[in-house]
């Protein structure tokens, strides 16, 4: 499959266009961690040019909604099920794909309620995840080292040098993806709330949201957008997170979503350091707001009784009402003997019971659960109806890390909740 251009995809008509900040090339001007090479390509300065003049694909007013909902979370309230792909295609944006991963993450919130009986708020790793951190610029495909792989966003899965050059016209193809996907999202959650009203149930729609790592600066920074009332926000997603390779205080990815109105989500591995992570928590919550701060736990099993106490108290003395979540997917990646990356899920299960072990010792709430996962019984994870890794090839589709699939996230939240 050759990751050419996807057909364009009418903006959406849900949000008003909104204007750029006047500060863009603050953030387009400096280097910035993960970010592609592709300042000097000759595509580069008109495709920023049409991503500053597009139209937001959210709305400021579901920004305040969502903030809202969190906030409930925060309190105890309620939980928040975060899940979906590891890197979206642009080739799976269309409604039926789409409509599995939904369903995927409805089917996850229903049994983590049933399981709990609270409210569950449903945040999909959705429309947008579609460029992904590396550790390494090259990679090795049998007898050829190339560029890594780094999302549809930025270059093409394809095995040629060519194909992974960086190229920032798809910076557009990601947006005229986004815009398919988050459609279908907003029309999900419009019935979503037509059948919590009927249910009885009131107050902040329980979603589903989007969110996605921002990782590419320029990508964000072209949907930066102003809102007479909110000030500044991304218009990409509902719920933008920074991850491990970028969460550093000084960077520019913590700089811009410190700038912004949408809630921010940050993940927070076995290396933090309490005092950084403090630091990291005051510059993007600096009022202490419920719904404002996401913490994403992504510790590993072996670490995670030994590291994250110290965490979550330093948080907790410095008077962040943070959502907790617990990511078990990413510090619990193993390479199988056939050498394809794959995860145990009682291994998973293990991190996510010592996670909630360390939250009530504390005595703060466990916010929920963020995993990866398809929308469709693919066989990436060992565990359930994968009984062994042997058993992995019969259908690993990911563009990136394992996921698990539909039945897996339901065992694992069986077994947890």
Known sequence: MVSAAPAPAPAPASAPPAAPPADLHRWTSQPAAQNPHWRDHP??????????????????????????????????????VQAGDCAESFYECGPEATGARLEMLDR????????????????????????????????????????????????????????????????????RAASRVLAQVDAHRSARAEADAAAGHTGPSLGPWSSHEALVVDYEAGLLREDPRLGTYLGSTHLPWIGERTRDPDSVHVRMLATLANPVGCKVGPTADPAALRRLCALLDPERTPGRLVLIARM???????????????????????????????????????????????TLAEEVRIFLRTLEAQGVPAGGIHLEAAGEAVTEC?????????????????LCDPRLSPEQGLRLIADCF
């Open 108 to 175: 996850f919130a229903e049994a983590v309620g049933d399981h709990t009986g609270r409210p569950v708020l449903r945040v999909g790793r959705i429309g947008g995840q579609y460029a992904k951190p590396r550790s390494k610029p090259v990679e090795r495909h049998e007898d050829r080292t190339l560029p890594s792989f780094r999302g549809h966003l930025v270059n093409s899965e394809v095995p040629t040098r060519a194909a992974r050059q960086p190229d920032p016209r798809r910076m557009l193809w990601a947006y």
């Open 43 to 80: 595509a580069y300065a008109a495709a920023m040019e049409a991503l500053t003049a597009a139209p937001a694909l959210v709305r400021p007013d579901d920004l305040v909604r969502l903030r809202s909902a969190l906030a409930k979370a925060a309190r105890g309230e309620w939980l928040v």
């Open 382 to 398: 060992v565990g359930g109806a994968v009984t062994s890794e042997r058993e992995l090839t019969r259908r690993y589709t990911t």
């Open 300 to 346: 590993g099993r072996d670490r995670a009784a030994q590291a994250l106490p110290g965490l979550v108290a330093a948080v907790r003395e410095a008077g962040h009402p943070a959502v907790w979540l617990c990511d078990p997917m990413h510090g619990n990646t193993v390479t199988a003997a056939n050498g394809l990356k794959t995860r145990h899920l009682d």
